[in-house]
Structure formats: structure tokens, C-alpha cells
């Protein structure tokens, strides 16, 4: 069945600087790619998602990337600020099969 | 709008107690989604509901464990007994249905605690 891997399980960056969180997913039927952020106490929230037809998305401080050939795809926040310290979540799904495949999460740590 | 509703947001009870964890998905979604949430296995999808039918409920760990949602503004989450091995949280999400996939909006939990 389908994997999602993610990497790093934690990832602790200065305040200002840039942060990706990489994901891997097995198969390549998979064509929906949600990003989600959970804060302590709290339930994921949807902050990006991307879908196969797509190469790249951006919004704001956030983009995601998709490499379709390589079955990765990444989350890169830039100028990171206190507030994106928290747990980030990657998935992926198959058409139309509701059920999301998650990573294991990376925590993100802001240095201030 | 208000988001996904669930209660309690605590839950507290002694092994072998009957546990029914709630949930209010956004009007108008289609799927209801249960999740369970510990630091071992990470976020595991236990059912989920299409216009009020369970669709796949492999993730049920247990018989122990049933899921209904009698009509599309509400679904109960039942552990009978509970075990500790069943604290976690439990989270509750909705999504609408569309030709291709639409976002999963969460609830923000029940923590579960079995003593």
C-alpha cells in the first residue's frame, strides 16, 4: 500500500532563516499532496496542499514543491518566525480516495 | 463559519468504563473522518463516513471500538470497554466532496486518558 516517509523528525532553525521538510511517497497513482500544521493543543490545520498537475505552489512565506518522477515532495517556509514553531504534517492520496497517507511528522523548532 | 466541533476536549475515566467521544462536522461536508493520535504510531485513520455511510472501517482496532453518525451534523466515537492502551487523542475531520480530493478540516481533539 502506500508510504508516506518524512524527514527531519525535527528540525531547529534561527529566526529569520529558511526551513524545508521533505516527504517521499511510494505510489505513483498518488496526486493530491495536503501540507498540514499542528500546534500544541491543537488539531492539524490544512496550511498548503498541491495536486499533481502542479509543479509548485506558493503562498506567502509557505511553498510547496512536487517531483512527480522522484515521488518527493517538500515544504519551505521562509523567514521563519516564532509563531511557525509547531508539529507540520505531510500526506498524500490517490484520486478519488479520500483517505490520506501522513508522514510522521517534523517538529519545527524557532531559534529566536 | 464555525469548524469542526468535538467533545469533551478531556476525557478521564477508569479502565473497563464505557467511552462515546462526539463530533459536529461542518454543514455541508460529505466525509467524516475519526482519527486516533499517539506518539508510537503517529495519526491512524480508525473510519470514515460518506453521506452518513461507513465506507472503510479497517482501521477499528478492535470490536471493542464502533463509529455511527446517524445523521450529517453529528457521529459518536464508542470504546466498550475501555483499555489504557486506548489513551490518545482522537480527533474528528470533515471534508466536502468534489471531483478531486478536497482538504480534511480537523477538530481540535479529545484526549483521552484511561486509567
Known amino acids: 500500500g502506500e508510504n508516506v516517509e518524512q524527514h527531519p523528525s525535527t528540525l531547529s532553525v534561527q529566526e529569520g532563516d529558511s526551513a524545508v521538510i521533505k516527504c517521499t511517497y511510494s505510489?505513483?497513482?498518488?496526486?493530491?499532496f495536503p501540507w498540514y500544521k499542528q500546534e500544541l493543543g491543537k488539531g492539524p490545520q490544512l496550511i498548503i496542499d498541491i495536486r499533481s498537475n502542479v509543479g509548485e505552489k506558493k503562498d506567502q512565506r509557505i511553498a510547496v514543491t512536487l517531483n512527480k518522477t522522484a515521488k518527493h515532495f517538500s515544504l519551505h517556509i521562509t523567514e521563519t518566525q516564532p509563531e511557525d514553531s509547531a508539529v507540520y504534517f505531510c500526506a498524500a492520496s490517490m484520486g478519488s480516495n479520500y483517505q490520506l497517507i501522513w508522514g510522521a511528522g517534523t517538529k519545527l523548532i524557532i531559534k529566536p | 463559519d464555525a469548524g469542526v466541533i468535538q467533545s469533551p476536549r478531556h476525557e478521564v475515566t477508569e479502565m473497563g468504563q464505557e467511552v462515546t467521544l462526539r463530533c459536529k462536522p461542518i454543514?455541508?461536508?460529505?466525509?467524516l473522518f475519526w482519527y486516533r493520535q499517539t506518539m508510537m504510531r503517529g495519526l491512524e485513520l480508525l473510519i470514515y463516513f460518506n453521506n452518513n455511510v461507513p465506507i472503510d472501517d479497517s482501521g477499528m482496532p478492535e470490536d471493542r471500538f464502533s463509529a455511527k453518525m446517524p445523521n450529517a451534523s453529528f457521529s459518536t466515537l464508542k470504546i466498550q470497554p475501555s483499555e489504557p492502551r486506548d489513551s490518545a487523542v482522537y480527533f474528528c475531520?470533515?471534508?466536502?466532496?468534489?471531483?478531486?480530493?478536497?482538504?480534511?478540516?480537523f477538530g481540535d481533539g479529545t484526549r483521552l486518558s484511561i486509567l
Open positions: 454543514s455541508g461536508h460529505d466525509y
Open positions: 505510489d505513483s497513482a498518488s496526486n493530491y
Open positions: 475531520a470533515s471534508s466536502k466532496q468534489g471531483a478531486v480530493n478536497q482538504p480534511q478540516h
